[in-house]
């Protein structure tokens, strides 16, 4: 029998990666999607988890549909897809050049409707499958010099809306994820030791609200959800 596959796009050694490993445990083929997969490699070895590395650069349709192709001759239509992708380059919008604004909206909202439109249509054709969207704060409000996170942010959520509203009756369940907060990394372990213990987001507690939105039965489907540590103000 094939094993069921699940295709997280956007993987670096954060959430990306702390989802393969939560779906490895499940036994899914997954495939982890990257601009330069060559920089998992180390972790896949280190960890040894099976999992397939691909490049795939989420703004070109092709490249996106070769990856799915490629999943769905394998292993049929896809369990569960992740987007995670996004880019952001911070600046006041006196100082943002056009050019900034509209690489960062095409990975993370053109890119969005690239892979959630190549998930889709196996999934719909099969009547079941997970399609879940990574957010931020940035999805709810714009703040001072966030124009280039906020703007695709908004317009992902709106993708999100309006495909769960279009694919949940036919079997395909669509989440967005409001990631509220900063997500424990090598960079801000002293960020963490100033804030105290459980005072950033655990890339692995959030896979596991991941997996816990993909298992939830039809009749009881979240479509939003927000996640933050317990200090975290909002």
Known sequence: MKSEAAVIVGVGPGLGWALVRRLAREGFATVACARDPKKLEPLARAEGIPVRLETCDVTKAADVARVFAAVEREHGAPGLVVFNAGAYERGGILDLTPESFERCWRVGCLGGFH???????????????????????????????????????????????????????????????????????????ALAAERGPDSLLSPDAIAEAYWQLHRQPRSAWTHELDLRPWVEKF
């Open 115 to 189: 892979v959630g439109q190549a998930a889709a249509r196996p999934m719909a054709a099969k009547g079941s499958g997970t399609i879940l969207f990574t957010g931020a704060t940035a999805s709810l409000r714009g703040s001072a010099g966030f124009a280039n996170l906020a703007v695709p942010k908004f317009g992902l959520r709106a993708l999100a809306q309006s495909m769960a509203r279009e694919l949940h009756p036919k079997g395909v369940h669509v989440a967005h994820v409001i990631v509220d907060g900063q997500i424990e990394s090598e960079a801000r372990r």
